[in-house]
């Protein structure tokens, strides 16, 4: 099996940054990829950042150049950099991780970031 636990979410006022964490453990395997996804209210849950265990990252358009998405393999930790927050960057962001060779996603319980105008 396999456990995420994200941290770091807040309040924060627009134009600022938050960091989020993911700490996974478990059966987690050694070929995976991580991702960052987040749903707003009546939303759909939608992918913000994704890095494989090579750590090859991919953005969503909304927030590339502000997100920056990178992994300890150590620890395996997996995070999220957000800079020049919006209003719009709020939602209940979600941890992922899929192993290769799979088609079973892994989720953790969410943080919620609510940024402020």
């Known amino acids: 099996q396999v456990q995420l636990v994200e941290s770091g979410g807040g309040l924060v006022q627009a134009g600022g940054s938050l960091r989020l964490s993911c700490v996974a453990s478990?059966?987690?395997?050694?070929?995976?990829?991580m991702g960052w996804y987040r749903q707003a209210p009546g939303k759909q849950r939608e992918l913000v950042a994704a890095?494989?265990?090579?750590?090859?990252?991919n953005y969503a358009d909304s927030v590339k150049g502000r997100f920056t998405i990178s992994r300890d393999s150590a620890k395996n930790t997996m995070y999220l950099q957000m800079n020049s927050l919006k209003p719009e960057d709020t939602a209940v962001y979600y941890c992922?991780?899929?192993?290769?060779?799979?088609?079973?996603?892994?989720w953790g319980q969410g943080t919620q970031v609510t940024v402020s105008s």
């Open positions: 890095i494989t265990s090579s750590s090859a990252p």
């Open positions: 992922k991780l899929r192993k290769w060779y799979s088609s079973v996603d892994y």
């Open positions: 478990g059966s987690i395997g050694s070929m995976n990829t």
